[in-house]
Structures are given as structure tokens and as C-alpha cells.
């Protein structure tokens, strides 16, 4: 028996067949959410041992099989006639689902769901026009998503769905700018960041100003929204700040962009002067990132700044007339349970910003934190039920409601992260990436450009994230670029 309850494989490894092989990714997904600490291996990386889980598909039906954990062998089967290629899928999730719930006592508050877009389901359902008992119906039989998350769910979807009613977004495109540097790593990060101490930021903008050169010649002049993020922004010292401002201002329109958004990040990169170049160069939204309100966590993930920066830094931005604040907590931080969850949200409404996003911890994504992990699992990594719904009593007591989510991989808790504001103040940039409803050209290295073609196709293309790589295949980059843009 697992620590948590569950029923342990009696081998080391969870080995799947599926055949045909056609949902093998879905199989693993499945398995690794109900499974996260296990080694999990799918066909043909077997080498002809025994699988633990069994999965055959015919024409007519889907049997899902396990055996060799601590209990009786488990079954499941369900029709799949008639039915086409997604109904199938789900039939196989749903009988996978049962069998990994009857052995590991779990219910999985997301269901069979294990994509990082679990909003597209209720928000495409509410598009073609079902009611909201149907699609609650559909959310809870098809998905087996708990009652908790559907409400959440159904208000999110709600809520993308009324933004972007008024946000004339079919027929434009938003412009990213990725800036990767910040003062120190922080322990938890998956972004392409690099420390600032001995950067070229001269030859870093430079490059960047030849892609972005490049990318307004091949688009209008103004974008829907604007993101310049990282990295930090706002650790480039005051003369690069202004290039940086200024040459997007000289390629795109800023003047009439619907939402322009800067990540000032962390507080000890953000002073006066800064906050007067980035108002005056008519920046509505920026991002202070607390992560925590609690100087022992500050201190332990790599932050070089205290709890009483977050604060001086906020009100310098207010006294600078900043009127849309977003600012970002992780739930999941080493030695971090409810009560510092509690006080890190207490201290926030206080400060009162317009936005809070709330992430859940994505433990193997974050590089450092997963090298340490076994240090920091002493210490507990703690994200469940309990926290997020505290989380969300707080929030909208204050008048925030949420309206966006997503989910990454290896989330602690099997969570999610997601983004709350005040009425009128939603970041349309987060919602259009998620819902993936409009191309987002993007330059800087490790930024992603994402082409959306009018019948919902996608593709993608990422800017290397080593900053020398970068600089080095911009020409390369851009033919790339304009291959993928022009298509
Ligand atoms: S501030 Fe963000 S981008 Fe920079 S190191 Fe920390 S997590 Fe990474």
C-alpha cells in the first residue's frame, strides 16, 4: 500500500499495452495523473514483459485490464460501436478511469482530463449553443469532472465567453516580447531565463530589434495586445528600458492596442523611474509577482528581495498611476501549507490589486526544484482541495471572479492554476493564448509564435531559449518565421 492509500504496483514500473497503439498518449496520461511518482512505459518500450495494465480496442468495444498491484486483478469494458475517433477516446478514458479509481481509492477532481485546457470543453459546448445543464451534464458523465470543478469550470468559460464577445478579435493578432533575463533564478522556474549580472543587453536588443523589425513588416500596425514578459522585464537598466519601449513603439501601434501588458516581475527590479518610462510609453497593465508573502519561502526559492519590497514596490506603482495591478502567487512552495497559503492571500487583498493569478506548483517542469526534490519533499509540498477552495472564498469575497484557467503537467496536487480580477479588469492577452483564438507573433528568445488559421488549425514555432543560439539564427529564425506567417 502507497503512502497515500493507494494500491503499489508490485514491480518498480507501470507497463502499459494499448493496441492498436492509437490513444497510447492518452493511456499514459491518464495513468501518470493517478500514478505521478511511478515510472510508466507503453508498448514498445516493454521488451516483451508482462504489461500491468492492458488496454484492447476492437471495432465494437474497449476492455481495459490490470493486474500485478496489491489486489485482485480489475476490469472494465465499455461499447464503442457506431461511435467516432473522440467518442472512442473517451470510452477508453472512462474505463481506464474506473480502474485506476477502484485501485487507488482516487477521484481525480478533473476527471479524465489531463490536457492543459480543460475550459475548451465547456467553452466550445457553449459556442455551438448547449445549455448549461447540458453541458454540466456532459462535463460530469463524459469527463467525470467533480461538481466543484464544473462550477468553476462552467464561471470561467462564462466569463472568456463574455471578454471576448466584445473584443473583436477574429481578424487580428497580438504581439509577445520576451526579455530573458532576471536578477537570480528563482528555484521553481521553467522559463527561458538567464541571470542579468553579466548580460549583453546591448546586443540582446539588437537582435531582438531585427525580429521584430521582420515580424511588423509581414503584420498591421496594430496588434490587439501586447505582452512584453520573460524573464523580468524590468531588470533592464533604465537606458535599455526605453530602447526596448521605444522600438516597439516605432514598429507597432501602442497607441490603440486594446491591452498592453508588461511583467515588472520581481519588486527589486522595479524603481521610480522605471514605472515613469513604462507609463509614459502608455503601458496600462503590469505584473508585480509576490509568489509568496512569506519571507522564510522568499528566501528559500531564490529571491533576492523581502516581503516589504513586494509592498513599496505596489504602492510606488500606485503613486506612479498604475490603475490595473496583477500580481502572482504559487500555491506549493516548499514548507508552504493552508495557513501560509492564507496569509500570503490576506496580505494581497490588503494591498488591493486588480488581478491575482493564482498557479499551482509544477513540479518537474521546474528544473532546480526537481533536482532538489527529494530535500524539499521533507519539507512537504502541499496543494489540495482545501487550499484552492480557500483560496477561492477569499478572492471572490473581495469581488474577484475567475476567468481564466489552465493546467500544466506535474502539478502538485493535480491542480490548476488560475487567474481571478475584478470585473473589467481580465487580462484578454491570457485569455486569447489559452483559447488559442488569434495568432500571437512573438520575438525573443525561448518565445513561442502560434499561427491560428481561420478553421481552428494550429502551429507553432519556438525561438531557441539559449540567448547565443538565439542572436546567432535570427536569419534563420526569421525565414522560419515568414514560411509559417505567410502560409
Ligand atoms: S522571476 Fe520568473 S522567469 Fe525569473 S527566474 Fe523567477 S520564475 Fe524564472
Given at each position: 500500500m502507497g503512502s497515500n492509500g493507494t494500491l503499489t504496483p508490485m514491480s518498480d514500473?507501470?507497463?502499459?499495452?494499448?493496441?492498436?497503439?492509437?490513444?497510447?498518449?492518452?493511456?499514459?496520461?491518464?495513468?501518470?495523473?493517478?500514478?505521478?511518482?511511478?515510472?510508466?512505459?507503453?508498448?514498445d518500450d516493454l521488451y516483451g514483459n508482462e504489461p500491468l495494465i492492458n488496454?484492447?480496442?476492437?471495432d465494437a468495444k474497449v476492455e481495459v485490464s490490470a493486474s500485478g498491484f496489491e489486489s485482485e486483478p480489475r476490469e472494465?469494458?465499455?461499447?464503442?460501436?457506431?461511435?467516432?475517433?473522440?467518442?472512442?477516446?473517451?470510452?477508453?478514458?472512462?474505463?481506464?478511469?474506473?480502474?485506476?479509481?477502484?485501485?487507488?481509492?482516487?477521484?481525480?477532481?478533473?476527471?479524465?482530463?489531463?490536457?492543459i485546457r480543460p475550459i475548451r470543453i465547456p467553452?466550445?459546448?457553449?459556442?455551438?449553443?448547449?445549455?448549461?445543464?447540458?453541458?454540466?451534464?456532459?462535463?460530469?458523465?463524459t469527463y467525470y469532472i467533480s461538481d466543484k470543478k464544473i462550477g468553476l469550470a462552467m464561471e470561467v468559460a462564462g466569463s472568456e465567453s463574455e471578454l471576448l464577445s466584445g473584443a473583436d478579435y477574429e481578424d487580428g493578432y497580438s504581439l509577445y516580447v520576451g526579455i530573458p533575463y532576471c536578477p537570480s533564478i528563482c528555484l521553481y522556474c521553467t522559463f527561458p531565463s538567464n541571470t542579468a549580472d553579466r548580460a549583453d543587453f546591448d546586443g540582446y536588443l539588437s537582435g531582438l530589434e531585427r525580429e521584430m523589425k521582420f515580424l511588423a513588416g509581414m503584420y498591421s500596425k496594430t496588434p490587439s495586445t501586447i505582452y512584453i514578459g520573460g524573464g523580468t522585464p524590468t531588470v533592464l537598466p533604465i537606458q535599455y528600458l526605453e530602447r526596448l519601449l521605444s522600438m516597439i513603439e516605432s514598429n507597432f501601434d501602442t497607441a490603440d492596442v486594446r491591452e498592453y501588458t508588461l511583467e515588472a516581475g520581481r519588486p527589486d527590479t522595479i524603481d521610480r523611474e522605471k514605472l515613469r518610462i513604462i507609463k509614459r510609453h502608455g503601458i496600462g497593465r503590469i505584473s508585480i509577482n509576490p509568489q509568496s508573502m512569506n519571507q522564510k519561502t522568499l528566501d528559500l526559492i531564490g529571491r533576492q528581495h523581502t516581503v516589504d519590497d513586494i509592498a513599496l514596490a505596489y504602492d510606488l506603482a500606485r503613486e506612479e498611476g498604475f490603475v490595473n495591478i496583477n500580481m502572482d502567487t504559487i500555491i506549493g512552495l516548499p514548507g508552504e501549507g493552508i495557513d501560509e497559503v492564507r496569509h500570503t492571500m490576506d496580505e494581497l487583498i490588503r494591498l488591493d490589486p486588480e488581478s491575482i493569478t493564482v498557479h499551482s506548483l509544477a513540479v518537474k517542469r521546474a528544473a532546480r526544484l526537481n533536482l532538489f526534490k527529494e530535500q524539499y519533499r521533507e519539507m512537504g509540498i502541499v496543494n489540495n482541495e482545501e487550499i484552492m477552495d480557500m483560496v477561492y472564498e477569499k478572492l471572490e469575497s473581495t469581488g474577484m471572479k475567475p476567468y481564466y484557467l489552465y493546467r500544466q503537467k506535474n502539478m502538485a496536487g493535480n491542480m490548476e492554476n488560475v487567474g481571478y480580477s475584478k470585473p473589467g479588469y481580465e487580462g484578454l492577452y491570457n485569455v486569447l493564448i489559452m483559447e488559442e483564438k488569434q495568432t500571437i507573433i512573438s520575438c525573443g528568445a525561448g518565445s513561442s509564435t502560434k499561427r491560428v488559421w481561420g478553421d481552428g488549425r494550429i502551429e507553432r514555432m519556438i525561438n531557441p531559449k539559449d540567448v547565443k543560439t538565439y542572436l546567432e539564427g535570427i536569419e534563420d529564425i526569421k525565414k522560419k518565421k515568414k514560411k509559417l506567417l505567410e502560409a
Open positions: 514500473k507501470i507497463n502499459i499495452r494499448i493496441s492498436p497503439k492509437d490513444f497510447e498518449y492518452d493511456a499514459y496520461t491518464l495513468v501518470k495523473a493517478f500514478y505521478p511518482e511511478s515510472e510508466i512505459e507503453t508498448n488496454i484492447v480496442l476492437s472494465e469494458n465499455g461499447s464503442t460501436e457506431g461511435l467516432d475517433r473522440p467518442e472512442v477516446k473517451n470510452v477508453l478514458k472512462q474505463c481506464l478511469y474506473r480502474v485506476l479509481s477502484s485501485l487507488t481509492g482516487l477521484i481525480l477532481p478533473w476527471g479524465t482530463l489531463t490536457g467553452f466550445g459546448l457553449m459556442e455551438e449553443g448547449f445549455s448549461r445543464p447540458d453541458i454540466e451534464e456532459r462535463l460530469r458523465n
